[in-house]
Structure formats: C-alpha cells, structure tokens
T-cell receptor, first 111, second 113 residues
Framework: EDQVTQSPEALRLQEGESSSLNCSYTVSGLRGLFWYRQDPGKGPEFLFT???AGEEKEKERLKATLTKKESFLHITAPKPEDSATYLCAVQAGNAGNMLTFGGGTRLMVKP | NAGVTQTPKFQVLKTGQSMTLQCAQDMNHNSMYWYRQDPGMGLRLIYYSASEGTTDKGEVPNGYNVSRLNKREFSLRLESAAPSQTSVYFC????????????FGPGTRLTVL
C-alpha cells in the first residue's frame, strides 16, 4: 500500500528563519511527487512536480528536492505570507490516475 | 479561465437528506476527481473519472454516487446524508497523463446534522 507521511505536523517560524518540511513516501514505482500549498478555506494550489531522485525545483523562497525515499520543501527566509498548509502527494506506477496525499504540514510564520 | 469551479460553497443538511455537489472545469481536461478533506485524515479520493463516459471508485466511495455529465462537468451525489459525511469536498481535474498536475476547485463545506 502506498503511504505518504509529512513532518512536522505544524511548524512555527519567525520571519526570516529558514527551515525544511519533510515528505517521506513508500510507493511502488514513483511516477511523480507533487507539492501543493493550501490556504485556510481554499483549495490546494499547485507548487511543484518532481519526477526522479536528485531533481530540484525552485520558486521564490521555496525549493523542493527529491530522493528515493523522501522529498524536502526548503523555505528560505520565510515571510508571514508563506503561512499555509503544505501538502505532498505521490503518483505511484500502479495507482492509475490516483494520487496519495500526506496529512500536510501547517506552517506559521510570525513577523 | 475560471479553472475549476464548485457549487455550492457551503451547505447544511439534515440526516437522510440528499444533495448534489456540482463541479465544472474550463481547461479542456479529460480527468476529474472528487476528494474529501477531514482534520487529521488528509485528502482522500472518493471517485474519479479518467475520461468522459467512465467513472471509478477511489478510497472512500461508500455513500456517494457520481455522474460525468460531459467533458466539463462532474457531479457528486449524496443520496441519504449521514453525519459522517460532514467534510470539505474538493473537485480536481487534470489533462489526462499519469504525471499531469491535478488542479483543485475552491471546495464545498458540508455539514450534516
């Protein structure tokens, strides 16, 4: 069974304090790993897709990396507007069209 | 482009009542999905439609039915609502390929009393 675990469940940072969110996965043949951002009361918003170990993608203060067992979302010098829940999902080779989501990490950045 | 739209935004039902959640996308996507999101449970797939004319069960299909009305629209029906179906429901769509990105709608917050 495909599994995705995100840690920590919640993270409080001061503005400018860099940190990383973790997404560990167990799947049969990873086809893709997706990161989403979700603001309260809204739908998930797509951030990145990673396809193979060693791949990295960046967008503003966010950088996503991928290994064979986990992905990290690095946040450099975060701002209060980066506060949100970050979701990780995997597309497994034997899962057809279905994504498996982790429980998310709720990030709070204080000014 | 509006992307993925959902109606209604909020709904309160009594146990046993029925309702249909509507979803539409204007991105010419082939695949559409219904998820529910509960605290501590993450997003769980209810049903999906890989292409027009097909529907398949996801992880938690019991108590729900779906209809892929046409390429743009995918509806979710609760025939006899139960308190356990209190949740936030999200519709998503993607082009078709396994690694294509799923794009989500704004959600419907449903409370069943």
């Amino acid at each position: 069974e495909d599994q995705v675990t995100q840690s920590p469940e919640a993270l409080r940072l001061q503005e400018g304090e860099s940190s990383s969110l973790n997404c560990s996965y167990t799947v049969s043949g990873l086809r893709g790993l997706f990161w989403y951002r979700q603001d309260p009361g809204k739908g998930p918003e797509f951030l990145f897709t990673l396809y193979s170990a060693g791949e990295e993608k960046e967008k503003e203060r966010l950088k996503a990396t991928l290994t064979k067992k986990e992905s990290f979302l690095h946040i450099t010098a975060p701002k209060p507007e980066d506060s949100a829940t970050y979701l990780c999902a995997v597309q497994a080779g034997n899962a057809g069209n279905m994504l498996t989501f982790g429980g998310g990490t709720r990030l709070m950045v204080k000014p | 482009n509006a992307g993925v739209t959902q109606t209604p935004k909020f709904q309160v039902l009594k146990t046993g009542q029925s309702m249909t959640l509507q979803c539409a996308q204007d991105m010419n996507h082939n695949s559409m999905y219904w998820y529910r999101q509960d605290p501590g449970m993450g997003l769980r797939l209810i049903y999906y439609s890989a292409s027009e004319g097909t529907t398949d069960k996801g992880e938690v299909p019991n108590g729900y039915n779906v209809s892929r009305l046409n390429k743009r629209e995918f509806s979710l029906r609760l025939e006899s609502a139960a308190p356990s179906q209190t949740s936030v429901y999200f519709c998503a769509s993607k082009l078709q390929g396994a690694t294509d990105t799923q794009y989500f709608g704004p959600g419907t917050r449903l409370t069943v009393l």
